[in-house]
């Protein structure tokens, strides 16, 4: 499990800023983020949302298939928790999940896109993400990993998504590491 202020920690320092490495991105950000939690003390498990921008607040929400209430009336975790930095606009949903944290990258993939280059841009902006989430981890005492291989059109189900707008890009989980023996150093 991890602690809620260390969890809400990694949600603060995956927002951009104008601050290192944040710097290194010249694209403006187009990655929200959808966690899956499930060992985060004090915290409901299920599915959140985190926009990462002002455009991505509205418009991803907005995306979700119309008929879809999974993240209806937008109720954001700082509704319902004090300790939750309401900055973060961080969106709730229940479903359950496996380690203290999983998330997929969902990029907006048709802005992104649209100039025949934007896909490079997303993939740094991913790895931007993820090598914060590393950082972050190893600070709060436990390990990330990165997903490259994972099915992005369930991801897509559960999310509520259809069409090329947003489209998964990356995933990552942050949890106790459990050593395998079978891989040599």
């Not at 929200?32 to 299920?46: I, M, N, T, W, Y």
């Not at 993400?129 to 590393?134: C, D, I, R, S, T």
């Amino acid at each position: 499990s991890l602690s809620k202020p260390a969890f809400y920690r990694m949600l603060d320092a995956v927002l951009p800023r104008p601050q290192s490495p944040w710097l290194a991105q010249q694209a403006p950000p187009r990655i929200p983020l959808l966690f899956f939690v499930l060992r985060v003390e004090g915290l409901a498990s299920g599915l959140y949302l985190l926009p990462r921008s002002t455009v991505a607040a509205t418009a991803l929400p907005a995306a979700l298939q119309p008929a879809d209430q999974r993240f209806a009336g937008r109720r954001t975790v700082a509704d319902f928790d004090p300790e939750c930095p309401a900055h973060l606009g961080l969106i709730h949903q229940d479903i359950a999940s496996t380690s203290a944290f999983s998330l997929g990258m969902l990029g907006e993939f048709e802005a992104a896109t649209a100039d025949g280059h934007g896909y490079r841009e997303l993939l740094r902006e991913a790895g931007l993400v993820g090598q914060v989430l590393y950082l972050e981890a190893e600070a709060a005492g436990v390990r990330g990993t990165g997903i490259g291989c994972f099915f992005d059109d369930p991801v897509h189900q559960v999310a509520g998504l259809s069409g090329q707008r947003y489209q998964s890009v990356y995933h990552f989980t942050v949890g106790t590491p459990i050593t395998d023996e079978r891989i040599e150093t």
